[in-house]
C-alpha cells in the first residue's frame, strides 16, 4: 500500500508560480513511476505530468509543457510539479499517483493522493 499526501496548493495570480509536493509513505519509492492529474470544476481529471523512477525521463501534456517541470528525490520520497507562468485554466485540484512500472512516464495510476487545490486568479 502507498500513501502520497500532496501539499502547495494554493491561490495565485496569472503569471505566477507554485510549487507542489507529493510525499510518498512507501519503502520502495524508487519502484514507482510517478504523477501529477488534474481535474478542473465539471471536467474529467487529466494527465498532467510523469516521471520514471530515476527522474531520468519525463512527458508532459501539451497544455503545461515548457511552463511545468516534474521533478522527484528518492532520498526524500517526495515528488514534485513546478509550475510557472500559471494561467486561469490551470485551477484545478491537483492529485499526486503512483504507477508500479517504474520505467513508465505514461502514468496509468495505481495510487491517488487526496489532492491539492490550485486557484489562479486573473
Known amino acids: 500500500q502507498v500513501q502520497l499526501v500532496e501539499s502547495g496548493g494554493e491561490l495565485v495570480q496569472a503569471g505566477g508560480s507554485l510549487r507542489l509536493s507529493c510525499t510518498a509513505s512507501v519503502r520502495t519509492f524508487s519502484m514507482y513511476a510517478m504523477g501529477w492529474f488534474r481535474q478542473a470544476p465539471g471536467k474529467e481529471r487529466e494527465f498532467v505530468a510523469g516521471?520514471?523512477?530515476?527522474?531520468?525521463?519525463?512527458r508532459y501534456a501539451d497544455s503545461v509543457k515548457g511552463r511545468f517541470t516534474i521533478s522527484r528525490d528518492n532520498a526524500k520520497n517526495t515528488v514534485y510539479l513546478q509550475m510557472n507562468s500559471l494561467k486561469p485554466e490551470d485551477t484545478a485540484v491537483y492529485y499526486c499517483a503512483a504507477d508500479p512500472r517504474p520505467g513508465s512516464t505514461s502514468i496509468i495510476p495505481t495510487y491517488w493522493g487526496q489532492g491539492t487545490q490550485v486557484t489562479v486568479s486573473s
Open positions: 516521471v520514471n523512477w530515476s527522474g531520468g525521463s519525463t
